[in-house]
């Protein structure tokens, strides 16, 4: 379980189809991760505050093969507590944020898009919260706690 609780990336209302298990990227180190299937142009929010330390924007394509992964746009905060979380599918140009800001919890950081693989979901925000191990090849999600 995260030790910090978050606050759900967008605005949920009848529009909005939560997920765990349908998308085949949800195996192994990424078995927490949680889509929210939305149409394109969504705001997305800082689920928790951090410091944004990567990400990409400059990508407008986007698929249901796997081979499209690497070209999804993306932001990644790093939070308190070890705890790092993503936001990915982002629409190109779609981040508001920049590398080093500091973000607080609610705060506007981007729009939901169609970028990357997107397996048979079509537009949706894939969010995890996870840590690192000795490398970024060791990135593991854990079971996200939301705020009540």
Same mark, same amino acid.
Do not use: C
């Given at each position: 379980?995260?030790?910090?609780?978050?606050?759900?990336?967008?605005?949920?209302?009848?529009?909005?189809?939560?997920?765990?298990?349908?998308?085949?990227?949800?195996? =192994? !180190?990424?078995?927490? $991760?949680?889509?929210?299937?939305?149409? /394109?142009?969504?705001?997305?929010?800082?689920?928790?505050?951090?410091?944004? *330390?990567?990400?990409? !924007?400059? $990508?407008?394509?986007?698929?249901?093969?796997?081979?499209?992964? /690497?070209? =999804?746009?993306?932001?990644? *905060?790093?939070?308190?507590?070890?705890?790092?979380?993503?936001?990915?599918?982002?629409?190109?140009?779609?981040?508001?944020?920049?590398?080093?800001?500091?973000?607080?919890? +609610? @705060?506007?950081?981007?729009? !939901?898009?169609?970028?990357?693989?997107?397996? @048979?979901?079509?537009?949706?925000?894939?969010?995890?919260? +996870?840590?690192?191990?000795?490398?970024?090849?060791?990135?593991?999600?854990?079971? *996200?706690?939301?705020?009540?």
């Amino acid at each position: 379980m995260s030790i910090n609780k978050y606050i759900y990336p967008v605005e949920i209302n009848d529009g909005v189809r939560i997920t765990y298990d349908e998308s085949p990227a949800h195996m =192994g !180190s990424l078995k927490y $991760s949680v889509d929210f299937v939305l149409g /394109e142009g969504a705001p997305v929010y800082a689920a928790y505050a951090g410091v944004v *330390i990567d990400i990409k !924007s400059d $990508s407008d394509t986007g698929g249901s093969d796997k081979s499209y992964e /690497e070209l =999804g746009n993306f932001i990644e *905060i790093e939070h308190e507590n070890g705890e790092y979380s993503e936001y990915e599918h982002l629409k190109k140009d779609g981040v508001v944020v920049n590398l080093g800001d500091k973000v607080e919890r +609610g @705060q506007l950081i981007g729009y !939901s898009g169609n970028t990357g693989w997107m397996a @048979q979901l079509g537009p949706h925000l894939h969010f995890m919260v +996870g840590v690192y191990g000795k490398s970024d090849e060791e990135y593991e999600t854990v079971e *996200i706690t939301w705020v009540e």
